[in-house]
């Protein structure tokens, strides 16, 4: 993001956390409340537990990155690694969940201006732009955590093609994000309204881009407060 581009998301965010607020007023009359358990019911079992994540780092180059390209990624022994591709990593490493990457069939620009055009593009049409794969084998699951970056304060539209396309059923989900400022959102809420025959956690993981050096420990005592 350029400085310019970076004031103008910051302004919109303090709008939409208002905007955010009252349609949140208005949905829980409507039962749209993120009221899942907090905690899963029982351990989890390494074997029968997915992470599946959506995650778009801006650049696969790890040196002269641009201000944007950086804010969107995180580098591991030189490997450039999205946001939320980390916290998938860390989240797989102290689970020992498979991991699963969701991405579309045709690929997304890296280019933050091209990303930031299509993407608003498709979330005004309600798009559910095809995804490259499946995830192998997704009955053997019994949990699956779901991750992905906050795009224009909601999941990215390949993250709703994800969840319409495939049978989360008797699973419990949990949820996770990587944000610029948002938070969650309203996602939690969402997923739990659209995966009605799901369990979805209502203690989700957020954490914004400035804080990925802590991500690890937060990771830690988040899964230590879900389980
Ligand atoms: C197209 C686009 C839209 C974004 N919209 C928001 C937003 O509404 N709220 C927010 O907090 N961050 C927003 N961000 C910032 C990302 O959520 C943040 O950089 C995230 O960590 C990127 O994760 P990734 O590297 O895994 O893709 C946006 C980023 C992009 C590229």
């Known amino acids: 993001m350029t400085?310019?581009?970076?004031?103008?998301?910051?302004s919109l965010t303090g709008a939409a956390v208002v905007g955010v607020g009252l349609a949140g007023c208005s949905l829980i009359g409507a039962g749209n409340t993120a009221d899942g358990p907090a905690k899963v019911n029982r351990p989890l079992n390494k074997s029968r537990t997915l992470v599946a994540y959506f995650s778009m780092p801006e650049t696969?180059?790890?040196?002269?990155?641009?201000?944007?390209?950086?804010?969107?990624?995180?580098?591991?022994?030189?490997?450039?690694?999205?946001?939320?591709?980390?916290?998938a990593q860390l989240i797989g490493?102290?689970?020992?969940?498979?991991l699963f990457r969701i991405e579309t069939a045709k690929k997304l620009p890296l280019d933050h201006g091209e990303l930031e055009d299509i993407s608003r593009a498709q979330q005004g049409i309600k798009a559910r732009p095809k995804l490259k794969a499946v995830p192998p084998n997704l009955d053997a699951y019994?949990?699956?955590?779901?991750?992905?970056?906050?795009?224009?304060?909601?999941?990215?539209?390949?993250?709703?093609?994800?969840?319409?396309?495939?049978?989360?059923?008797?699973?419990?989900?949990?949820l996770f994000c990587t944000h610029g400022s948002s938070g969650l959102g309203g996602t939690v809420g969402t997923?739990?309204?659209?995966?009605?025959?799901?369990?979805?956690?209502?203690?989700?993981?957020?954490?914004?881009?400035?804080?990925?050096?802590?991500?690890?420990?937060?990771?830690?005592?988040?899964?230590?407060s879900i389980t």
């Open 191 to 224: 997923v739990t309204k659209a995966l009605s025959d799901s369990t979805v956690l209502s203690n989700g993981f957020e954490i914004s881009r400035d804080d990925m050096d802590s991500a690890d420990r937060q990771v830690r005592d988040w899964l230590a």
């Open 3 to 10: 400085n310019t581009s970076r004031r103008a998301f910051l």
């Open 93 to 98: 490493a102290r689970t020992g969940a498979k």
């Open 60 to 87: 696969d180059a790890p040196n002269n990155m641009s201000e944007e390209e950086a804010y969107s990624t995180v580098v591991i022994d030189g490997k450039v690694l999205g946001n939320t591709q980390y916290v």
């Open 142 to 174: 019994e949990t699956v955590f779901i991750g992905y970056p906050i795009w224009w304060y909601d999941m990215p539209m390949p993250i709703y093609t994800f969840l319409e396309q495939n049978d989360f059923s008797g699973k419990n989900i949990i």
